[in-house]
């Protein structure tokens, strides 16, 4: 009997297709996530389900991250007094813009459960060496807990100078916890914290992954970036622990980034957060519930003008809180919405929204690098820059190294600083989080940062772009179309 090659292949061809439509089907996904990984799955049919396997999967909604039942319930109804107590306060000129803006609050309230967080003291890096610097005395100044949380934590230089200073201050007895994500921690193995855990410090890689080849949840990372000092002191922003985010390496030279650095209950945010993420990664267990309040929640006399909401993100909800939170903002905006996002790949109703902005006199600005760090995503980045530049959003690319800021700010009032980039990975993604604070000098301040950064910057108009290479644009479309599973 002669085989017929062309039937066997047409058969594999069909079975393959079969079997692609009812995998991605299974699962709940936008449409144009759905194409992707269908055109992935069809046309590459062994390597497109290996890939999916690891990348395609979404997870489980298995209430991963807990509070316990009482400080639940105290959060609740914290959340209820705000809600009868907003508009009704408005003391300061701080207080005007949250009552003014009070929808973008109960939005968070509502979606996250974000306390509105007042009269915090707020300081802004754009610098990586003052931010370590700062960090490293407010490390050595620490009396009872350490709480760091990174997506990437680099075995080099400044990667062991914080890791030898945690084992010490672990040695003085605080307490220093530590979670990483071992995909953005590549080449940061288990090892590298092994002096930290054997003097008493708790180090281990977000959710415990055994192996970031082996483990299918590698598609969710965690992209957060925090550290929680006595309860007292937070940090949030965009900046990783790594020579190259000191601007040490070649590659990109200068690094321009933006953190801050919190005092006052908007730390308690950041506290709350990572230990719902310490609680899910720990093989240890759980956090006492007993020490949650005392221990992780002082009481802060903290007397400063900022307020703001400490809200976070993930997978493991269909909210995407911070995508909403991004949307309010460009929607509220009547002046101008300035963002800063090393990478430009927003879902329809993200770009939608900057749409309606620019063509409704809003002055919309988005600075983006003039160098890639991923190929792919540098190139669907250009993509969507031509298209916003072509609908009236004003495009700049930075040059002076390497701009890796995620922030927003509009109108003088409210802005947004985190680790949420503005693409399809960090609203569905990514686990992320990002403070939206509410307060006028802060946000002058992020605009003032922003226009300066213009002058090492140089706009990309419409023109500019109709300019580029037919190869260069087929690169763009290209890199676009795989823009759901970058």
Known sequence: MTL??????????????????????????????????????????????????????????????????????????????????????????????????????????????????????????????????????????????????????????????????????????VEVRVIYDSWGSMGTTRKFFKPLNDVGGH??????????????????????????????????????????????????????????????????????????????????????????????????????????????SGPDSDLQQIKMGYIKLITMATNYCWIQSPYLIPDDSVLDALRIAAMSGVDVRIMIPSMPDHPFVYRATQYYARQLAEEGVKIYYYGKGFIHAKTMVIDDEIASVGSANLDYRSFKLNFEINAFIYDQKFAVDLRNIFFNDMTESERQTPEMFAQQSLWLKFKQTFSRLLSPIL
């Open 4 to 173: 017929d090659w062309s039937t066997i292949f047409n058969a594999i061809v069909v079975i393959n297709a079969i079997f692609a439509v009812i995998t991605v089907f299974r699962e709940k996904r936008d449409i144009a996530a759905i194409w992707a990984w269908l055109l992935v799955l069809v046309f590459l049919p062994l390597v497109g389900f290996i890939a999916y396997a690891f990348l395609g999967r979404k997870l489980p909604k298995n209430r991963l991250f807990k509070l316990h039942k009482h400080v639940q319930m105290q959060l609740d109804e914290r959340l209820r007094e705000q809600r009868r107590q907003l508009g009704h306060d408005a003391k300061t000129p701080a207080d005007e813009i949250v009552s003014k803006n009070r929808n973008a609050v109960d939005m968070f309230m509502t979606t996250d459960s974000a306390f509105l967080s007042r009269q915090n003291k707020v300081h802004i890096f754009t610098n990586g060496n003052d931010l370590f610097h700062r960090v490293i005395e407010d490390i050595e100044n620490a009396k009872k807990s350490i709480h760091i949380e990174f997506y990437t934590f680099y075995n080099d230089q400044i990667g062991n100078e914080i890791r030898d200073l945690l084992i010490k201050k672990a040695k003085e007895g």
């Open 203 to 312: 180090a281990y890689p977000f959710l415990n992954t055994r192996s970031v080849l082996l483990d299918f949840r590698i598609n969710f990372r965690d992209h957060r970036k925090i550290i929680v000092i006595d309860g007292m002191i937070g940090y949030t922003g965009g900046f990783n622990i790594g020579d190259q985010y000191l601007g040490r390496k070649k590659k990109f030279g200068n690094w321009r980034d933006t953190h801050i650095r919190i005092i006052g209950s908007g730390v308690f945010g950041l506290q709350a957060r990572f230990i719902l993420d310490w609680n899910a990664t720990s093989p240890r267990g759980q956090v006492d519930e007993d020490e949650v309040q005392p221990k992780y929640f002082p009481v802060t006399t903290t007397k400063g003008n900022v307020n703001m909401q400490i809200v976070s």
